[in-house]
């Protein structure tokens, strides 16, 4: 067989609220994460002003993180 990095990596990001501590259910929802791929996409989309949603790209050494923005937003 063959092996090779795949695009096929997706992350749908859809609206999430931020909670204050104490509060949870409704439209409280963790957005973020850690991402270990060789290669793929992170969309996100619908996010309120001001979210604060974290993504950390972990990839092994030698290898670097190249990231191409094709829309944003500020």
Not at 31 to 40: E, L, S
Not at 45 to 53: F, L
Not at 55 to 71: E, S
Request: aromatic share 12%; proline share 5%; hydrophobic share 30%.
């Amino acid at each position: 067989g063959t092996w090779g990095p795949q695009d096929n990596f997706f992350i749908g990001g859809k609206y999430c609220s931020e909670c204050r501590p104490g509060w949870s259910g409704g439209d409280c929802m963790k957005c973020g994460g850690v991402i270990r791929k060789q290669q793929g996409h992170l969309i996100l989309e619908s996010y309120p002003n001001n979210a604060r949603c974290e993504w950390t790209i972990q990839v092994d050494r030698p290898f670097n993180i190249k990231l191409r923005f094709m829309m944003l937003s500020l």
